[in-house]
């Protein structure tokens, strides 16, 4: 199956930033629209942001809208979330999904799933 690997979280100070990357395995990573979701303790899963398979539309979360942005290198095959003014509410473990041939908010609607990357924001 696809592989979906994380990796750039960690602990950063109320209104720092971090860049999440997300390598895809495979030869069809043009194919799969991509997802970040977020899941904080005790809490569900929940969406961040999408980006399209071609890398022309993209949605957020009212929550991170204006903080968060995805991102694509499909040559590379590497999404990234770049996030800024981190608040301690944004404490969750983030994952990439990988949606074959569609892209959207939903968290049944990804394929492929990464393992998470832990981003704590600290007051």
């Known amino acids: 199956q696809v592989q979906l690997v994380e990796s750039g979280g960690g602990v950063v100070e109320t209104g720092g930033s971090l860049r999440l990357a997300c390598a895809v395995s495979?030869?069809?990573?043009?194919?799969?629209?991509m997802g970040w979701f977020r899941q904080g303790p005790g809490k569900e899963r929940e969406f961040v942001g999408t980006?399209?398979?071609?890398?022309?539309?993209?949605n957020y979360a009212a929550s991170v809208k204006d903080r968060f942005t995805i991102s694509r290198d499909n040559a590379k095959n590497m999404v990234y979330l770049q996030m800024n003014s981190l608040k301690p509410e944004d404490t969750a473990v983030y994952y990439c999904?990988?949606?074959?041939?569609?892209?959207?908010?939903?968290?049944?609607?990804?394929?492929?799933w990464g393992q998470g990357t832990q981003v704590t924001g600290s007051s």
């Open positions: 999904a990988a949606a074959k041939w569609r892209w959207g908010i939903s968290v049944s609607g990804y394929n492929y």
């Open positions: 980006i399209d398979w071609n890398g022309i539309n993209t």
């Open positions: 495979g030869d069809y990573f043009s194919r799969y629209g």
